[in-house]
């Protein structure tokens, strides 16, 4: 199993914080758990947030949605802006990749602060599987 020291997490992670039924659920929420005792450093793009609370708005009540986008401001997890250049860099990645744009924002901002990715979907995985510092998260410990 990798070890993590600093990480772009992307939605798939993030999203089990908030729904501990799911698929390793747990894994997410050590790697949650890691960033509050600064044993482990997180980055997210902003998109990430639009994605969450998207996602909450059709999974849960708009309750449950609103606290769990409250919650994400609240770790206050460092959140990268998506600029002109990164998102060029994300656009060149998913044509070369094969993947959305959304997905290739996570890659982009993991390339440009050299840090390594976190996943938990194995689709998007598979498509960049030879790209070095990108792991799923069933393959992680913290």
């Given at each position: ?9 992307d ?14 659920a ?59 250049p ?57």
């Amino acid at each position: 199993m990798e070890r993590l020291a600093a990480a772009v997490v992307d939605s798939s992670v993030i999203l089990k914080w908030f729904r501990p039924d799911e698929p390793f659920a747990q894994a997410a929420e050590e790697i949650r758990k890691a960033y509050m005792e600064e044993r482990l450093e997180l980055v997210v793009p902003d998109l990430a947030l639009y994605e969450i609370a998207n996602v909450m708005r059709f999974r849960a009540s708009e309750e449950i949605a609103h606290r769990a986008v409250e919650s994400l401001f609240d770790l206050r997890i460092p959140i990268h802006r998506v600029d002109q250049p990164l998102l060029r860099q994300a656009v060149k990645d998913s044509f070369r990749c094969g993947i959305t744009v959304y997905d290739a924002v996570f890659l982009a901002v993991k390339e440009s602060l050299h840090l390594q990715l976190v996943t938990a979907d194995r689709r998007f995985r598979r498509s960049i599987h030879r790209l070095p510092g990108v792991f799923l998260l069933s393959e992680l410990r913290v």
